[in-house]
């Protein structure tokens, strides 16, 4: 069965940085675009980044454009987001997704997330 787990969230102070990590397995993780995506009480559903299958594609919401790098390794299957100069309204649950769509009903699979603080 499909399975992602995403670790490396935590508090963090605005201007800090961060990379969430996320290993996905029961599918062929090299194949497919993943995606992070994020939910808070204030915004809601926000689709953070998408990259494709071989890693030489990405997008990025305006919101996190020059902050936020999405990477992945294919021969580890894992998923990376590294957050940079990190806002207070970043802060969110952060999931890596399966996918690549704009609303949470476009992601049928995706993990229990990882909390992210930004607060001085």
């Known amino acids: 069965q499909l399975q992602f787990v995403e670790s490396g969230g935590g508090l963090m102070q605005p201007g800090g940085s961060l990379r969430l990590s996320c290993a996905a397995s029961g599918f062929k993780f090299s194949s497919r675009a993943m995606a992070w995506v994020r939910q808070s009480p204030r915004k809601g559903f926000e689709r953070v980044s998408v990259i494709n299958g071989g890693g030489s594609s990405a997008y990025y919401a305006d919101s996190v454009t020059g902050r936020f790098t999405i990477s992945r390794d294919n021969a580890k299957n894992m998923l990376y987001l590294q957050m940079n100069n990190p806002k207070p309204e970043d802060t969110a649950v952060y999931y890596c997704?399966?996918?690549?769509?704009?609303?949470?009903?476009?992601?049928?699979?995706w993990g229990q997330g990882t909390q992210v603080t930004v607060s001085s």
């Open positions: 997704a399966l996918g690549i769509g704009e609303t949470a009903q476009d992601y049928d699979h």
